[in-house]
C-alpha cells in the first residue's frame, strides 16, 4: 500500500513540475486526492468483512464532561450552550482546538476578541479564564491582525476586561466580569457572522 502511494506521489510531483509555481500547490492537491479516491474503491477481502471491528464513532457534539465546570456556569449564566462552543472550538479529552474565524477589519477589535477566545480556550482546559499576552502577540502576527505601534495601547484602552491593575510580562492576564461579557457578547457576534 505506502510503496504505492509513494510511486503514485512522485509521478504526481513529477506532473506538478510542469505547472507554473502559483498552481502547484493545487494541482498537487487535486491530484492526490483523485488518487486517493480512487483507492477507495477497492473491495473488502470476505475474512475482514467477517471480524468486527471495534471503531469509536466521531463525535459530532460537545461531550460535556470535557468542558471544565467553570465554564459550564459561564455558558449558563450569559444564555450560551455548550453546542455554541462547538461551533468555535474543536473539544476533545485534553485537545481544544479553535474553529472559528474572526471577521472583523479593526485591528484593535481583532486582537481583543482573539485575547478573549484565548482565554476561554484555557477556561475549557483548566478553569481559569486568562491568557499570556505574549501568546497573543504571536497569534497576532500569525493572523495578520498584529498592529505594533498600537498593541499595548489597545490592550491600556481596553483595561475594564481585566482583573489585572497592570500588565507585566510574563504574567496572564485574567478576565473581569466586564471581560467574561464581552466574550460572550464575542461569542454571539462570531456564531452569527459564521451564518452569513
Known amino acids: 500500500m505506502y510503496e504505492k502511494l509513494n510511486k503514485e ?24 486526492s483523485n488518487f486517493l479516491e ?6 473488502i477481502p470476505e475474512k475482514v468483512k467477517e471480524k ?3 471503531v469509536t464513532p466521531i463525535k459530532e457534539k460537545v461531550e460535556e464532561e470535557y468542558i471544565h465546570v467553570k465554564v459550564k456556569a459561564f455558558l449558563q449564566k450569559y444564555g450560551l450552550s455548550i453546542d455554541q462552543l462547538g461551533k468555535l472550538f ?12 474572526i471577521k472583523t477589519v479593526k485591528m484593535a477589535k481583532s486582537q481583543i476578541q482573539l485575547s478573549l477566545l ?11 479564564f486568562r491568557f499570556e499576552i ?17 498593541f499595548s495601547a489597545t490592550f491600556n484602552n481596553n483595561k475594564d476586561l481585566f482583573k489585572n491593575e497592570t500588565f507585566k510580562k510574563g504574567e496572564p492576564l485574567e478576565l473581569s466580569e466586564e471581560g467574561m461579557k464581552e466574550l460572550a457578547d464575542t461569542i454571539n457576534e462570531l456564531i452569527t457572522k459564521a451564518k452569513e
Not at 474543536?90 to 474565524?101: A, D, N, S, T
Open 38 to 43: 480512487s483507492e477507495k474503491k477497492v473491495t
Open 134 to 150: 505574549e501568546g497573543i502577540r504571536s497569534l497576532c502576527k500569525d493572523k495578520k491582525f498584529y498592529d505594533s505601534a498600537n
Open 52 to 54: 468486527k471491528l471495534d
Open 118 to 128: 484565548e482565554a476561554l480556550k484555557e477556561a475549557i482546559k483548566s478553569g481559569n
Open 9 to 32: 506521489i512522485q509521478k504526481i510531483l513529477e506532473i506538478v513540475k510542469q505547472c507554473p509555481e502559483k498552481f502547484q500547490e493545487k494541482c498537487f492537491e487535486l491530484l492526490l
Open 90 to 101: 474543536l473539544i476533545e479529552e485534553h485537545l481544544v482546538e479553535p474553529i472559528y474565524k
